[in-house]
């Protein structure tokens, strides 16, 4: 009987995926097309929302006649044009049983819909699920960005990005939630530029809320293509991180630590060879260690010879960019005790 009001209940769902989006006239109807082309239950309701910063690059001319192929596709718009606006205007808009949120530069695998929404309904102990991120490239740099981001040395250990097999995990990166969440603990954060996903994960953690990473379903992800894009987006989730540790009053989870004493450590390492002693010792100790994994994880994760610098530069670039940004955060947050700086509010693309 139980299995059966299962399947009932799945064949029975509506569920509406919403798409922050601006200025994505490359990637949005691939995404859209994706979504539509979901393995999907005949009975089960789909609808699409698109939530819109106001694009002035042709998005919305050409979602304008991709509702004209699908009818269950709507577009509003987000005046405010910040991510976590967008997350809970698209929310708002439909009452439905499931929410997925998706980038619109992520293209989902036919079979991420439903398996996010079986999983769900047989536990109900795990409120969010997420599959695995396949990276993808459009020219050279975005090829050696994207294999870094692939690796444990480059992400962090236990980065969903990274993991290989299905398990509870702290956050994913493209979410189904069943709408009795939002009821039991609200709404994304508006005030988070980044990082609102991490925030919203962490608070569905503490509310004994289990978080699922299933690598069974998985989505194209289109990486940065230059270092000075990789350089702000990183930058940006150690600025913000700073601040959802300080909302939470807790270090979210330990590898978000690494990169700050990491960059740390560079910075005030000159300071310390004026006078040699065992703390210039230790440094050099760690330093020459993270140079030996820095060569060791550039070797192995290149395929070609030419690969091998720019590899190189891709890992320090994570880890310096993301550590800094935390550093900076720090200052801001808890030593000034500032709001966020309007700078940090303006998107990486």
Excluded at 114 to 126: D, G, V, Y
Excluded at 281 to 310: D, G, Q, R, W
């Amino acid at each position: 009987m139980q299995v059966f009001l299962r399947k009932k209940l799945i064949k029975m769902a509506k569920l509406l995926v919403v798409i922050p989006c601006r200025n994505e006239v490359k990637n949005i109807e691939e995404c859209i097309t994706a979504i539509y082309d979901s393995e999907l239950d005949a009975t089960i309701e789909l609808y699409v929302t698109i939530v819109d910063g106001k694009s002035d690059d042709g998005t919305l001319e050409l979602i304008s006649k991709l509702k004209c192929i699908y009818s269950t596709l709507n577009v509003i718009e987000n005046s405010h044009q910040f991510t976590p606006y967008a997350f809970n205007l698209g929310i708002k808009s439909r009452d439905t049983d499931f929410y997925q949120i998706v980038g619109a530069r992520q293209i989902l695998s036919k079979n991420y819909l439903s398996k996010s929404i079986e999983i769900l309904t047989k536990n109900t102990s795990i409120w969010c699920v997420g599959g695995n991120v396949k990276n993808v490239y459009l020219n050279e740099i975005g090829e050696i960005i994207s294999k870094a981001m692939s690796t444990s040395f480059g992400m962090g250990l236990g980065n969903f990005r990274t993991l290989e097999s299905s398990g509870f995990v702290d956050t994913v990166g493209t979410p189904m939630y069943p709408s009795w969440v939002f009821d039991k603990i609200g709404y994304f954060d508006e005030e988070l530029v980044r990082n609102q996903d991490d925030d919203f994960n962490f608070r569905v953690t503490k509310a004994k809320g289990k978080i699922w990473l299933e690598t069974s379903i998985f989505l194209k992800y289109y990486v940065r293509a230059n270092f000075q894009g990789l350089f702000s987006q990183f930058y940006q989730y150690g600025y913000w991180k700073v601040y959802v540790n300080k909302k939470h009053k807790a270090i979210t989870t330990v590898r978000q630590l690494a990169p700050p004493m990491f960059a740390l450590l560079v910075l005030c390492y000159p300071l310390f060879l004026l006078k040699v002693n065992v703390i210039t010792v230790s440094m050099s100790l760690v330093l020459c260690l993270y140079s030996l994994l820095l060569i060791v994880f550039s070797t192995k994760t290149a395929t070609k010879s030419k690969e091998f610098f720019p590899l190189l530069r891709t890992f320090v670039t994570l880890h310096m960019s993301y550590g800094l940004g935390y550093l900076v955060g720090i200052i801001h947050f808890f030593l000034l005790n500032k709001k966020p700086s309007n700078k940090q509010k303006q998107l990486s693309r």
